[in-house]
């Protein structure tokens, strides 16, 4: 007896089959096309790297998390655990080489050994875009307006992106004198969504050692009806208008000129945990769905790759969890997909007529039809069954006297409405109906 | 004084500047588009798979260019080095959630780590088209015809796709008494086109020991001017029509009715190297440049999934070379790219427009123009120099007076010609044209 081998993949990986492989890809594609309406370019990266280029910026739990080991040339690599950190590699490496303002868009696999739990995996796709070498609240706008564009390709449109500035916040605190505790305080502040206010005040009564602190933190971050408002209010506790509040401001009368304010709440509670942001933060909420969380997130820095060269290159970025967004969109009914891109299938009933097929599909697929011809005389059930599955929706029947008159019954495989012995551009004209 | 770490990546490694991208990435789109039109699903596996599932059907040279570690788990674990052996665990564990004939296209990359050396990278794509589950002829020709079909979606129509059945040859052997050398005899042969007949016939001579069977053999695989004679003249030389000879007849009884067999040559010195392939096989020559090689080759097998278990699936199926026909097409001037996607560049000549420049993008973008505005008024001679470096076609000018009225100026960078005030209407028509 032979040997087999068990097939079966490592744990926390994922075969995607057509039918998810073909939801994802539409994603994919709907997002990229949108990317380059706004004037993104892709670029690439090799998928390992030296390690020293990936840790430098990483945090003990990510090094734990990291897939690495020596190569064959007793090199110590790790495969990319984001894309944030090579892109930075990247930028700094090929400074002379791009054009700044440097607008690309990034979707690619990255791995991070986590343990393996419901809805999280070892491998899984990033969807970054960044706009660097600019500090300007164009590009802070552009970015929010692609985010809402990009979910709204996928056919998302119920979500409110929620945008706040750090800087206005971290005037507040300095004015407050408790600004050398700020990074604590956006960390208490950052989980309000989570453990509610209740417990964030009690947090923050700690970590400021004053209960009135912790009251006037818990207004400020409050969002008030408007975008107007809820900014006006922050400017005045945080001392009058700045650089920072105009450009909200800014940013603000933007949304309106472009006819999306709509989509926007100016929310001071929303911190982003990274050191890393200097400017807007943000973050967006399934309207339905606000309990699974973030699915595209962000903000504007002011130092991308400064551990990779002298100069320091602002920017402005964000990333859709394409993985949540999908469970989300599963949840929602909202998430489309299909069991091929056929068009049409011929249905193959006589052996002899094999020719036929063939010069048949021919024609379609050089008018844009996806069609394909069953490849043996199967009995009639089977591929009728197959053509179900794939939710082919129509199928191409040919007999005796069609294969000479050159003309063909084409069937509705929903309806089961039948058209006999039409001629193929009649056909074409139908399906591309 | 400040360290920093000098950006630079693994030996055999490459980055994708956005030039290089947007192209590679407009081939595999293309590819994908006509992968599709024939009935094509895509699926995905995990990069990182068990050693013991990858290492089975290779030889010891694969084993030494594998990426090959113990993870975190202490688990055996490796890169994949190609796409078939997932592809062949893949169906092997979800054959009951498929249907077939299943038909899967998979672009991705694989690694092998060998020396690095011109045109060879440790880290590069396959791409990769199979249908499992039917040993028909009508699949057979399906997977020429798509090959013909793919190379000419993006632009590469001057080609030769050189066919041959392994199975004939073999009778041939068979028949001459000396099949048991027929592996030497077919690698001896497969190197025909590189060290040249005179080579080949004294290998064979050796092998063979006898120069009478050398050059029979090398009357078998000269082709004649015809398919039709050539398949004659070798159905004659292995001892007359046969299932094998019958189902080359119906292939090219097949390119005939879709009218596509000009692009086709029966050349039975094609043989391939691996004892994998059964039946037909194919390799395919840019006629302006054979000397880069095979640019999209595969055959038959009859046992993709073998080692994983007891059903026999016979499979067709093919792989596109997409480093090696970039390389090409770049020698022959058809690798057509860009600096981005961008149509038009919104020149930012006053801050104070900003809101208008911003409301203008919006609407151009709804109607699927592709357009940025530059995020700073910086000095319109540096605007220039982006919008060229990115070969942008129109740039969009809009001064006070427009503002008020919502009229813009267009103008053409290439021809430099000037549209002044005309509506965000005209401009659009214009730019669509």
């Not at 050692?209 to 400017?235: Q, R």
Request: proline share 3%.
């Amino acid at each position: 007896m032979e040997n087999f081998i068990q097939p079966k993949i490592l744990k926390g990986f994922r075969d995607f089959l057509p039918q998810d492989e073909i939801l994802r890809s539409g994603l994919i594609e709907k997002l990229t096309a949108t990317f380059r309406l706004y004037g993104f370019v892709p670029i690439d990266t090799p998928i390992l790297e030296y390690t020293e280029i990936l840790l430098r910026k990483s945090n003990g739990e990510t090094e734990k998390q990291m897939f690495r080991f020596e190569d064959n040339g007793g090199r110590d690599v790790a495969m990319r655990f984001d894309l944030t950190v090579p892109f930075a590699r990247f930028t700094a490496q090929h400074k002379e080489e791009l054009y700044f303002p440097f607008k690309r868009y990034h979707i690619a696999k990255v791995w991070r050994g986590e343990k393996p739990q419901a809805g999280r995996y070892r491998e899984f796709v990033q969807c970054d875009f960044d706009t660097v070498g600019s500090d300007s609240a164009v590009s802070d706008f552009e970015t929010l307006s692609l985010m809402k564009a990009a979910l709204s390709a996928i056919g998302v449109n119920e979500i409110k992106i929620h945008v706040n500035h750090r800087g206005i916040f971290n005037r507040f605190l300095k004015k407050l004198g408790i600004s050398e505790k700020s990074e604590d305080i956006l960390r208490a502040v950052d989980k309000i969504a989570k453990v509610g206010e209740e417990q964030v005040s009690q947090e923050l009564a700690e970590i400021t050692g004053n209960a009135e602190f912790s009251g006037k933190i818990i207004d400020y971050i409050k969002p008030l009806p408007s975008f107007e408002e809820t900014l006006m209010h922050i400017e005045n506790l945080a001392g009058g208008e700045d650089e920072d509040t105009n450009r909200m401001r800014a940013i603000y009368k933007m949304m309106k000129a472009a006819g999306i304010e709509g989509t926007y709440i100016l929310d001071p509670s929303i911190t982003r945990g990274l050191d890393y942001y200097t400017g807007i933060v943000y973050e967006t909420f399934l309207e339905k769905l606000p309990s699974i969380g973030s699915v595209c997130s962000g903000g504007r820095y002011d130092n991308l790759a400064g551990l990779y060269m002298k100069e320091k290159l602002p920017g402005v970025g964000s990333s859709i969890g394409l993985d949540r967004l999908i469970a989300g969109l599963m949840e929602l009914g909202l998430a489309e997909s299909k069991g091929s891109y056929l068009d049409a299938e011929i249905f193959n009933t006589n052996e002899s007529f094999i020719y036929q097929y063939q010069s048949v599909a021919e024609k379609l697929r050089q008018k844009g039809i996806s069609v394909e011809v069953f490849p043996e005389p199967a009995k009639m059930n089977k591929q009728y069954s197959l053509t179900d599955k794939k939710q082919i929706p129509w199928g191409i029947l040919i007999d005796d006297k069609q294969a000479e008159s050159e003309t063909i019954t084409l069937k509705n495989l929903k309806t089961r409405e039948i058209f006999e012995s039409i001629s193929i551009e009649e056909a074409i004209a139908k399906i591309k109906n």
